[in-house]
């Protein structure tokens, strides 16, 4: 958590808890940041509820007691909450505690900068700030909802990159990742703010001229991604995770750009894949975390796909080659993995299984139609050939042509200048066992042998697109967000 969140500092923390088992009675802003924080640690690493439980009870005690003074402690106080709440099913609401915070550090000036501190208070005060920005970004954008403040209000630089006995380190100090992620937050602040409002949607040029732009900055960011040795896995997936859930931010369906384009429909499509891919490795080693957050991203990410199927659907309909082309069994597996996911969610959140069924619904609807319009082009085409050969028959060529090419299939492979999120252009990047493809999707991807066109929605599309809003509004009433 220190890598997304780093506003504790770990020799003061350790230094708290040795003063706490010796005896001592330390302020309440320091027992209750203990209390916290074993809380969210056993929460995340433990399976012991009743233990986790006991401690967050135990910080209840002092939190009034803790924001009291309405100083870096109480912002700090704060944010533990905040993370507690983001990843527990009971505690007050977290958009509700991030605006508490929020309200706090501004009237602390911490989006400002403080001058006149020593290094240790001004670093610590940067780092809390920029702890709420990535926290702010991440659940605004997953509930639609506006940001906590605007960019442009914001002076104070970002934390330096210092060890834990505050000498300078670039590339190989603690703060190396979670400076990393800070630039990526606010290339994604900047998508989520063009993107996401209620102005009309931009000319078709402007918005392809601002996402290329996004696009290259995303590209850039990935690139100069530094790895950071004592957790080389760790920053080489995590970096792949964001950039892939910013991908799919950026190019899925939103206010202002309703309908994308050729390079966004496979730019979105790639990056659900990548993501539900980057869950699944997760989920087959046991380290998946049962969060809301999760849920969100695993459902905008099956939705997309089917979202970009349909839009080929669409195309080939009209007579032209489908724009996104990934490998079929990819989508196969990529979408029970989403139905796999969701399932185990049912099992620890109620609620969730209505979820998990109307993506199943919406999936079948989709695959049974792809199957028939990819069984009926295979059955057109031994009939164009037929009519072709009877053609040259009666009007032999004066010069020897080519056959003409096959009509490409509705899933044929992505080259790698197709995919960036390709795994064969990424070595590092760990691939999780195959999805076991389940009877009811194989039977899906089959059409009955009467020829029947299978039943379809003409609305799909549209509750498709609006999933979005569904999804967030049921959510957020849900888990009380």
């Not at 088992?21 to 969210?40: C, D, L, R």
């Not at 032209?320 to 796999?340: E, H, L």
Request: with cysteine; glycine share 4%; hydrophobic share 35%.
């Amino acid at each position: 958590m220190g890598y997304q969140y780093p506003f504790l500092d770990r020799s003061e923390f350790m230094g708290h808890l040795r003063r706490i088992y010796a005896g001592e009675t330390p302020g309440p802003e320091v027992v209750y940041s203990y209390h916290i924080t074993i809380a969210i640690a056993l929460l995340i690493g433990s399976a012991d509820e009743t233990q986790t439980a006991n401690f967050y009870r135990a910080s209840q005690e002092t939190l009034s007691l803790a924001l009291q003074n309405e100083d870096l402690a109480a912002v700090r106080a704060l944010l533990s909450l905040g993370l507690y709440t983001m990843f527990a099913t009971t505690g007050p609401s977290i958009w509700h505690v991030l605006g508490s915070a929020w309200r706090l550090a501004t009237s602390l000036g911490l989006h400002r900068g403080r001058p006149g501190m020593n290094l240790v208070d001004e670093e610590m005060s940067k780092r809390a700030f920029w702890s709420l920005y990535n926290l702010d970004r991440l659940i605004a954008s997953t509930l639609g909802r506006p940001l906590g403040i605007a960019d442009d209000d914001i002076s104070v630089g970002l934390p330096r990159e210092l060890n834990e006995d505050w000498t300078e380190a670039p590339g190989t100090s603690p703060m190396t990742i979670p400076l990393q992620v800070v630039r990526l937050r606010r290339i994604f602040s900047r998508i989520y703010r063009y993107l996401y409002n209620n102005q009309p949607p931009p000319p078709a040029s402007e918005a392809a001229t601002m996402l290329l732009h996004f696009r290259q900055e995303l590209d850039d960011w990935r690139r100069a991604a530094p790895v950071y040795p004592p957790a080389l896995l760790y920053s080489t997936s995590y970096y792949d995770y964001l950039y892939a859930t910013t991908l799919l931010l950026m190019h899925r369906p939103s206010p202002r750009n309703p309908m994308p384009d050729a390079t966004s429909i496979i730019g979105c499509g790639d990056a659900s894949i990548q993501v539900i891919r980057s869950y699944w490795d997760s989920y087959s080693v046991g380290k998946i975390k049962w969060i809301w957050l999760t849920l969100s991203q695993t459902y905008f990410a099956g939705i997309t796909i089917l979202w970009c199927l349909n839009q080929n659907l669409r195309t080939v309909q009209a007579g032209q080659s489908a724009v996104w082309k990934p490998d079929d069994q990819m989508i196969r597996r990529a979408t029970q993995a989403v139905v796999v996911l969701l399932e185990e969610f049912s099992k620890r959140r109620p609620g969730v299984e209505r979820l998990a069924e109307t993506f199943r619904q919406q999936s079948t609807m989709l695959f049974s139609h792809l199957a028939y319009q990819q069984e009926r082009r295979q059955e057109m085409f031994p009939q164009q050939q037929h009519q072709h050969q009877q053609q040259q028959h009666q009007h032999p060529p004066q010069h020897p042509q080519q056959m003409p090419p096959p009509p490409l299939p509705p899933s044929s492979s992505l080259s790698h200048t197709q995919s960036p999120l390709h795994p064969d252009s990424q070595p590092h990047m760990l691939v999780a066992p195959p999805v076991p493809l389940a009877p009811v999707l194989d039977e899906v991807l089959l059409v009955d042998g009467s020829g029947t066109m299978p039943v379809m929605d003409p609305q799909l599309a549209e509750q498709l697109f609006y999933s979005y809003d569904w999804f967030q509004e049921e959510m957020a009433t849900y888990y009380t967000l």
